[in-house]
Nanobody, 123 residues
Framework: QVQLVESGGGLVQAGGSLRLSCAAS????????MAWFRQAPGKEREFVTG????????YYADSVLGRFTMSRDNTKNTVYLQMNSLKPEDTAVYYC????????????????WGQGTQVTVSS
């Protein structure tokens, strides 16, 4: 298992950018697939993007494809989410998740979750 801590959230105007980070503790970080989910008020949690253990494969929700980029640095035990061209509908609490069963868009197979970081996009 790993402990996850997200950072980098904040308030940004529509069209702006933010970069989220998720720092993991634990010596086996490179074994984990990682993902970002988000949850807006009154809505269900949704998959945003995921990356396999070595960063060779990434997956994106259609709503963020072409605007968001996920990456990882296994030497720093950290994953990143670069968010560009932000829209008000991107407003949510963003969570990172870790799992050993590969990228899972349902969220059911992640063993560890961070506490979340708030992203607010103003129009």
């Amino acid at each position: 298992q790993v402990q996850l801590v997200e950072s980098g959230g904040g308030l940004v105007q529509a069209g702006g950018s933010l970069r989220l980070s998720c720092a993991a503790s634990g010596r086996t970080f490179s074994s984990f697939a990682m993902a970002w989910f988000r949850q807006a008020p009154g809505k269900e949690r949704e998959f945003v993007t995921g990356i396999n253990w070595n960063g060779g494969t990434t997956y994106y929700a259609d709503s963020v494809l072409g605007r968001f980029t996920m990456s990882r640095d296994n030497t720093k035990n950290t994953v990143y989410l670069q968010m560009n061209s932000l829209k008000p509908e991107d407003t949510a609490v963003y969570y990172c998740a870790a799992g050993l069963r590969g990228v899972d868009q349902s969220g059911s197979y992640y063993s560890d979750w961070g506490q979340g970081t708030q992203v607010t996009v103003s129009s």
